[in-house]
């Protein structure tokens, strides 16, 4: 697991990645008499990074004339430790945190932006954040994001638009496999299940054994559940929580007569062995080790947003299948870039004056191309270097502006970037201006070979998607919400396991299953989530 979320982190942050030059907005908050101001700092620490000593915290010190007073975690129980934090009454300036481990949730923003502990930022962005204001201006998803139904802003997301994770519900085939068979890339659900029957069959890995794994995943939440790429033939599956938005109104796509038969063709491949068992039950570890097997290559197909989670990089033999056209769709699963909603950074009322106009401008710092990258890879010569002649950016047509810079294990400078916790403003703009090797296969090549597979998913989604991830839900109904979509995820979850796997059947069970929704009041769920989205989508405009 260590191995797979690394390689995830990688292939997600746009770490280890430049700088553009003269930030030239770094002018300080001190006080009065001229002294550094110090600000309170609560942060999650990652290992091999100590703040305190960070090259970047010291930049910002000189850069700001600020004294940070860390208020230091580790990264266990690191949520546990914030509520704490903030219910001693004893909390700091500001919380600047890691959005993969703990930050403020929606509903924590609206609850302590009520309460005054969280200072709204609008006015300071107006007056000291020229970059914030300029991101928000010319980008509404960010404004969604960050904007509450009250109008004001608690706290900064970690805006980091991942083109690939994006559309995380990716399947990958041995095209090796597809060669030696002479079969062509699937194009429809039923394609796909005569490949699948072939893989099981014909013996591709040629050891004269049926030991081939035709198809498999996993469970955790990478893309490596194989449902939603299947069911995307049938109606659209966001691998969360069911929903789908038409002309507005959400509703569930888990009672639909379309679901149904989408689970009736999943169950055909699981009857006729195409599906390995495991895939509902294993973690990523059992996964990785039927795609890497050392005595043959046995996978056929493996779901995942990235090929590296389940098999060697270096392998040339999985590549991209295109979304399935099934009887009634040909959908994609998309999540607008795997934003996690929320606040990796916000302002608490203990800040003075001049404390909040130096963090405001800290943050301003770190939306521009420069402050971003010296933030996440150090100065220049550190973590990143200048493009040179004849290399080639990610995007298509874009001139490269910056390179990552790799070290072998153990060499190189260390503890210059804030890691994850750097993350602010990385719009794919400026993603899309890395470096990237042309060989899609070699290991510079691997951000452009996922760039190149989730081109063959993009705009795919459906016209209207639900936008879990930026609403705001009412605080006096987060409880609410939150305990009716557990039951009620949990419900089909369970029931679209046991329909495949045929411990209960579809045409005797369904109407039951049907009506097990309604009582675990699906229709309460939707009004809530509706409201919420009406209200996220006024407070944006």
Known sequence: MIIVFSVVLTACGGGNNSASSGSGNAAGGSTESGKPVTVSLFAQQEAGVDLKTNTFSTFLEKQFNVKFDWQVIPTDGAQEKRQISLASGDYPDAYFLTEYIDQFTPADLLKYGKQGVLVPLNDLIDQYAPHIKAAMESNPSLRSYITAPDGNIYGLVAYAECFHCSYPNKMWINTKWLDKLKLEM??????????????KTQDPNGNGKADEVPLSGSTETFGVHIVPFLMNGFIYDDDTNYLQLKDGKVDSVANKPEWKEGLEYIKSLYDEGLIDPGAFTQNADAFRKIGDNASAEILGAGAGMHPAIFVNTNTKDYNPVPPLTGPHANYATHNDGGIV?????????????????????????????????????????EGWRKPKEGEQALGDGVTPQFASISYPTGEGPTNYGWGGMSHMYMPKTYRDSFVAD???????GYERRLYEATLLYEGKEPKEL???????????????????????????????????????????????????????QLSRYLEILQKAYDSSNSAAK
């Open 186 to 199: 699937p194009k429809t659900t039923e394609d796909f299940k005569k490949v699948l029957e072939a893989f």
């Open 341 to 381: 909603p929320g606040a990796k950074f916000v302002i608490t009322n203990k800040a003075s004056k001049e404390a909040q106009i130096a963090l405001i401008k800290i943050a301003d710092y770190m939306y521009t191309p420069e402050g971003q990258t010296i933030s996440n890879s150090g100065q220049e010569g």
């Open 438 to 444: 042309q060989d899609i296969y070699s290991p510079d």
């Open 466 to 520: 639900f936008p879990f991830w930026s609403i705001w839900v009412d605080p006096s109904e987060t409880d609410e919400l939150s305990m009716l979509q557990t039951n009620i995820k949990n419900y089909i979850d369970q029931n679209t396991l046991q329909f495949i796997t045929g411990s209960k059947d579809l045409n005797k069970d369904w109407d039951s299953y049907v009506s097990g929704l309604d009582k675990l």
